[in-house]
């Protein structure tokens, strides 16, 4: 029996996915278990795979369609099976043209001759080209003018097969040339006939010249990915709608050095994981936090404080896909050793781009780490809309004065930026103070 695939819906947030990639094609045989493709949140990337055995019926939504969750996008089944029933609304006019009503068999050819222009299809000055969804993301991937497509569809729509027809009649361009001005009216010299780059620049040369060599692209033009899209809007809603100012302070980690290393040290004996600097400071931000509720605190509509009674510390986490931060919620009811084995999964879920979304979401606070990166110093946005956002920066070298003598110490900045509309310069400061402080004695703030 014929069993749907459908777009999963992965967090509450989420209302659509783009496919990235199929992994497999229209006729493979699949096992429950094999990955079928592969799709992007507006944060994460993930892996679908088949849930039952079977052959793949039917692909309903290619490579770099938007699907809207809950939708089938496949159907895996047995050979011969009737698909239709399952095929999604939008799918509905562009059914075969098979499943019409029936004509007489000497219109036929006309019709499929009328559905493969090799020339730009006339249209009133200032009309929209009308164009599905599928027909659109095939022309893009097979690099179609969408211009040579004579619509077929209902009211003079382009299908699926219209572009199909455009493909079959040697009208195709390189990635290079798609879209240029003058393209609809070059000769192709490209492999398979392709209008390249090199054609539209060529100037008329006599009959007798040779072809002009093919000319070496400037630059590349790559579209963003989703996650990195949703990156560039926040930061730049961050920026151009709040308030942002950076206080940089520096604490002596003598004393977290040496917690470390005797935790380090003891570790197997007392069936601990390893505890990082960036678990401590974790653990520290957790607990002063609470004693400043306006870093602990969304401002919501620019007018309305949202104080939070627990603590939910964003970690900052760089992946191949773009920054993620995941919520360590209730950091503030944890213990170190479970705030450093909650943060390290959450870490290796979103480096391995199938965390929930939901996991994403619902921070008080933010903390970055650029300390393993040397960074000494740098300037931390906030993810509206919390109000602050910790910057930590590697450890260094300085010198200080010790009964007359100069002894070296290692020292750590952190770089907070919190949004002046929801507190002063004052208050910031003392939470700064206070955390360096907390940290310096750190062994001692633990008997608290």
């Given at each position: 029996?014929?069993?749907?695939?459908?777009?999963?819906?992965?967090?509450i947030?989420?209302?659509?996915c783009v496919i990235?990639?199929?992994?497999?094609q229209?006729?493979d045989a699949v096992k429950a278990?094999?990955?079928?493709f592969?799709?992007e949140t507006?944060?994460?990337s993930?892996?679908?795979?088949?849930?039952?055995?079977?052959?793949?019926?039917?692909?309903f939504q290619?490579?770099?369609?938007?699907v809207?969750?809950?939708?089938?996008?496949?159907?895996i089944?047995?050979?011969g099976?009737?698909?239709?029933a399952?095929?999604?609304?939008?799918?509905a006019?562009?059914?075969p043209?098979e499943a019409?009503?029936?004509?007489?068999?000497?219109?036929?050819p006309?019709?499929a001759?009328?559905a493969?222009?090799v020339?730009?299809?006339?249209?009133?000055?200032g009309e929209?080209?009308?164009i599905?969804?599928r027909?659109?993301?095939l022309a893009?991937?097979q690099n179609v003018?969408?211009r040579?497509a004579a619509g077929t569809g209902?009211?003079?729509?382009i299908i699926e097969?219209d572009?199909k027809?455009?493909?079959d009649?040697g009208?195709?361009?390189t990635?290079?040339a798609f879209g240029k001005?003058g393209?609809?009216n070059a000769?192709g010299?490209g492999i398979?006939g392709?209008?390249?780059l090199?054609?539209?620049?060529?100037?008329?040369a006599?009959?007798e010249?040779a072809?002009?060599?093919?000319a070496?692209a400037e630059?590349?033009?790559?579209k963003m990915s989703n996650v990195r899209k949703?990156?560039?809007k926040s930061?730049?809603?961050s920026?151009?709608t709040?308030?942002?100012?950076?206080?940089?302070m520096?604490?002596?980690a003598?004393?977290i050095?040496?917690?470390?290393?005797?935790?380090?040290a003891?570790?197997?004996?007392?069936g601990?994981?390893?505890i990082?600097?960036?678990?401590i400071?974790?653990?520290?931000?957790?607990?002063?936090?609470?004693?400043?509720?306006?870093l602990?605190?969304n401002?919501?509509?620019?007018?309305?404080?949202r104080?939070?009674?627990?603590v939910?510390i964003?970690?900052?986490?760089?992946t191949?896909?773009?920054l993620l931060?995941?919520?360590?919620?209730?950091?503030?009811?944890l213990?170190?050793?479970?705030?450093?084995?909650?943060a390290?999964?959450?870490a290796k879920?979103a480096q391995a781009?199938?965390?929930?979304?939901d996991k994403?979401?619902g921070a008080?606070?933010?903390?970055?780490?650029?300390?393993s990166?040397?960074v000494?110093?740098?300037t931390?946005?906030?993810?509206p809309?919390?109000?602050?956002?910790l910057g930590?920066?590697?450890?260094t070298t300085?010198?200080?004065e010790?009964?007359?003598e100069?002894?070296?110490y290692?020292?750590?900045?952190?770089s907070?930026t919190y949004?002046?509309?929801?507190l002063d310069g004052?208050?910031?400061?003392?939470?700064?103070?206070e955390?360096?402080t907390v940290?310096?004695n750190?062994?001692?703030?633990l008997a608290?």
């Open positions: 029996m014929a069993t749907a695939v459908i777009m999963p819906k992965v967090g947030s989420v209302e659509s990235t990639k199929w992994h497999k229209k006729g278990g094999d990955l079928l592969s799709y507006d944060k994460a993930v892996d679908e795979e088949a849930k039952v055995d079977g052959t793949l019926l039917e692909i290619g490579d770099g369609a938007d809207p969750c809950l939708t089938n996008v496949a159907v089944g047995n050979p099976e009737d698909v239709s399952f095929a999604p609304a939008a799918e006019d562009e059914a043209a019409a009503a029936p004509v007489a068999e000497a219109a036929a006309a019709a001759e009328a493969a222009p020339a730009p299809v006339e249209r009133a000055e929209m080209i009308k599905s969804p027909a659109k993301a893009a991937k003018d969408i040579f209902p009211y003079g729509r097969r572009i027809a455009v493909i009649s009208v195709t361009f990635g290079a001005d393209a609809e000769t010299t398979g392709r209008v390249s090199a054609d539209l620049m060529a100037k008329p006599p009959a010249a072809a002009p060599a093919a070496e630059y590349e033009d790559v949703v990156i560039s930061m730049l809603t920026l151009t709040t308030a942002q100012l950076t206080h940089n520096s604490y002596d003598t004393e050095l040496k917690f470390r290393k005797n935790l380090k003891n570790a197997e004996k007392l601990m994981g390893n990082t600097i960036n678990d400071i974790i653990y520290a931000v957790s607990r002063v936090l609470k004693n400043h509720k306006d602990n605190a401002l919501i509509g620019g007018d309305t404080m104080y939070f009674n627990h939910h964003g970690i900052a986490v760089d191949e896909r773009g931060v995941p919520t360590l919620r209730n950091a503030d009811t213990s170190l050793s479970e705030i450093s084995a909650q390290k999964a959450l879920e781009g199938n965390i929930n979304p994403l979401q008080s606070f933010t903390i970055s780490n650029l300390g990166f040397g000494e110093s740098f931390p946005v906030i993810n809309p919390q109000t602050g956002i930590v920066n590697t450890l300085r010198v200080r010790v009964n007359g100069l002894k070296a290692q020292a750590m900045n952190l907070l949004d002046h509309r929801a004052a208050p910031a400061s003392k939470f700064l103070r955390l360096c940290l310096e750190f062994s001692i703030f608290k």
